[in-house]
């Protein structure tokens, strides 16, 4: 197993917002992300992801992510089933 925890973007931005207010009553940045168990990498990219949004907005950008994966998936297999019907028919 690799030891690598998963959060959902609501406990995500509950995470950091948990920072931002310990760091808003004098707290250090790196005591703040230690105490909400975050590393300091992961920190700054989950703020550079969900920086700015609430918890609930999390969840609608965690569903229209999945959504366009979704979607990539679909059309690529389309594009392929097509490039592979017309290779056919050209041979």
Same mark, same amino acid.
């Given at each position: 197993?690799?030891?690598? /925890?998963?959060?959902?973007? +609501?406990?995500?931005? +509950? /995470? !950091?917002?948990?920072?931002?207010?310990?760091?808003?009553?004098?707290?250090?940045?790196?005591? %703040?992300? %230690? =105490? @909400?168990?975050?590393?300091?990498?992961? &920190? &700054?990219?989950?703020?550079?992801? &969900?920086?700015? !949004?609430?918890?609930?907005?999390? %969840?609608? @950008?965690?569903? *229209?992510? *999945?959504?366009? =994966?979704? *979607?990539?998936?679909? !059309?690529?297999?389309? %594009?392929?089933?097509?490039?592979?019907? =017309?290779?056919?028919? =050209?041979?």
């Amino acid at each position: 197993m690799s030891g690598r /925890k998963w959060h959902n973007p +609501e406990a995500v931005v +509950e /995470k !950091l917002n948990a920072v931002r207010a310990m760091t808003r009553r004098g707290v250090s940045a790196a005591e %703040a992300m %230690a =105490s @909400v168990g975050v590393s300091q990498a992961t &920190y &700054y990219r989950w703020r550079a992801q &969900y920086g700015s !949004l609430r918890p609930d907005q999390a %969840a609608v @950008v965690r569903d *229209l992510r *999945l959504e366009n =994966s979704r *979607l990539r998936r679909l !059309l690529l297999d389309v %594009a392929g089933d097509h490039h592979d019907q =017309s290779f056919s028919q =050209s041979t």
